[in-house]
């Protein structure tokens, strides 16, 4: 067992060193490909989340000669934090291994009550959807300006919520890919890195307009633009779903 815990966080540990014997206790969250699960620690609420077993060469290869998914997106947590850019608040890392070979992995954070922006996106152009999508273009310029590219940006990994004041918040999960450029995203870049923003093209074509104004750019061609970059990817992407139910198809 290897575990990195936020020295901030020390009264953490004795939980995390229990978590496997505790994780199926914790409210379940999200079922999938990763797991995740909420508690109750010290009057605390944290979340848990269990990433699937590593299969194959990258069994072999992450803990080793790769970072774990869990401890990357642990260190990118604490990046985002360093740039003022909200995510969950990263408490520890814990990677198991059995005979050498990386088995369960878990990053741990601080409990998050934002909503996923995609109501918000399958609602536009509702009002009320207007003053929150504004706020979304105006927290990816931010990221983007930072220098911060997400590898898997899409509309489930970008949550929001609105405070008693009434003011709109975002935060960004799923980060352990990440690429911190160190300087202000080019265009090309930018537009490329919201090809995977999975929303109604007319709301993704309003996030864009904003966005582009708020970067300084032509807001006609960088809603083109970014058109162009999504309908190539949603292409390309439902051209390998068939592909592979074709391949599973002979296999059987």
């Known amino acids: ?44 609420r944290i979340t848990v989340k269990r990433f699937r077993k590593p299969s194959g060469i990258n069994a072999l290869t992450y803990g080793h000669l790769r970072k774990s998914k869990a401890r990357r997106a642990f260190e990118h947590a604490t990046e985002l934090c360093r740039l003022k850019i909200p995510t969950p608040e990263p408490i520890g890392w814990r990677e198991d291994y059995r005979r050498g070979i990386i088995r369960d992995t878990y990053l741990i954070t601080r409990y998050s ?37 997400h590898g898997d940006f899409n509309n489930g990994n970008t949550q929001w919520k609105i405070d008693e004041a009434g003011r709109c918040h975002f935060e ?64 390309a992407r439902d051209h390998r779903d068939r592909l592979k139910k074709l391949i599973r198809g002979k296999k059987k």
């Open 1 to 44: 067992m290897k575990c990195y815990i936020n020295p901030s966080m020390e009264r953490f540990r004795s939980f995390i060193e229990q978590l496997p014997d505790r994780f199926e206790q914790g409210k379940l969250i999200f079922q999938g490909r990763n797991t995740i699960r909420s508690f109750e620690v010290a009057g605390e």
């Open 113 to 149: 009550d934002f909503k996923p922006i995609s109501e918000m996106t399958n609602a536009f152009p509702a009002p009320h959807t207007l003053p929150v999508l504004e706020g979304m273009a105006a927290f990816i310029a931010d990221l983007h300006r930072k220098g911060v590219e």
């Open 172 to 235: 960004v999960i799923d980060i352990n890919r990440m690429n911190f450029r160190g300087r202000e995203l080019t265009r090309k870049e930018s537009l490329y890195n919201l090809r995977r923003f999975n929303c109604p093209m007319t709301a993704h074509s309003y996030i864009l307009g904003r966005y582009g104004e708020l970067r300084g750019w032509d807001n006609y061609y960088s809603q083109m633009d970014g058109a162009r970059q999504y309908s190539n990817f949603v292409v």
